[in-house]
T-cell receptor
Framework: DSGVTQTPKHLITATGQRVTLRCSPR?????VYWYQQSLDQGLQFLIQ???????AKGNILERFSAQQFPDLHSELNLSSLELGDSALYFC???????????????FGPGTRLTVL | EDQVTQSPEALRLQEGESSSLNCSYT??????LFWYRQDPGKGPEFLFT???AGEEKEKERLKATLTKKESFLHITAPKPEDSATYLC???????????FGGGTRVLVKP
């Protein structure tokens, strides 16, 4: 158990819908990362938040957005869903070491999204 | 752009048959190279971080090594419970995101 929690475990929805995925980082971790894992693309970085502020962006679609709340939990919002958005979505968290550099990232169990 | 290539894509081993997995990388200023283990439908589980060429780390039957262009994960006398996908990732000095390779699926048969 990494200490990172994600809900829900599974999500089945229809094209065009909007969903919200939730993540709670390990106690004390200020950084939260979101990754998407699909069969053809592997694990892809989406976005990072640090202590409530967006820190880095990867290949995140404009239909996707995220935020980190004062209690440090994070939500990933996916809208206008398409069949190709079906994937595993992982949240990870890390400590911050000297110079603001992040330490090792610990992953949650993931949310499996199926878009029908 | 950072690139990570893992080989082979899949590996079938008999219990006790040692082998090595390869991770080749190109990155602008490596801060760290990470190895993770992932079981089907689960999140990646952190194994090792390597920071500089020549560094080695061990954990049970696993040993990771690093050179300036690649990393190896050696599995010594594997057991069926070592069956998993092993992922390699790099993190550049200026940034925190991880860039992952495609992984190596390892199956250890009893």
């Amino acid at each position: 158990d990494s200490g990172v929690t994600q809900t829900p475990k599974h999500l089945i929805t229809a094209t065009g819908q909007r969903v919200t995925l939730r993540c709670s980082p390990r106690s004390g971790d200020l950084s939260v990362y979101w990754y998407q894992q699909s069969l053809d693309q592997g694990l892809q970085f989406l976005i990072q938040y640090y202590n409530g502020e967006e820190r880095a962006k990867g290949n995140i679609l404009e239909r996707f957005s995220a935020q980190q709340f004062p209690d440090l939990h994070s939500e990933l919002n996916l809208s206008s869903l398409e069949l190709g958005d079906s994937a595993l979505y992982f949240c990870a968290s890390s400590t911050t070491i000297s110079g603001g550099q992040a330490g090792e990232q610990f992953f949650g169990p993931g949310t499996r999204l199926t878009v029908l | 752009e950072d690139q990570v290539t893992q080989s082979p894509e899949a590996l079938r081993l008999q219990e006790g048959e040692s082998s090595s997995l390869n991770c080749s990388y190109t990155v602008s200023g490596l801060r760290g190279l990470f190895w993770y283990r992932q079981d089907p439908g689960k999140g990646p589980e952190f194994l090792f971080t390597l920071y500089s060429a020549g560094e080695e780390k061990e954990k049970e039957r696993l040993k990771a090594t690093l050179t300036k262009k690649e990393s190896f994960l050696h599995i010594t006398a594997p057991k069926p419970e070592d069956s998993a996908t092993y992922l390699c990732a790099v993190q550049r000095a200026a940034g925190n995101k991880l860039t992952f390779g495609g992984g190596t699926r390892v199956l250890v048969k009893p």
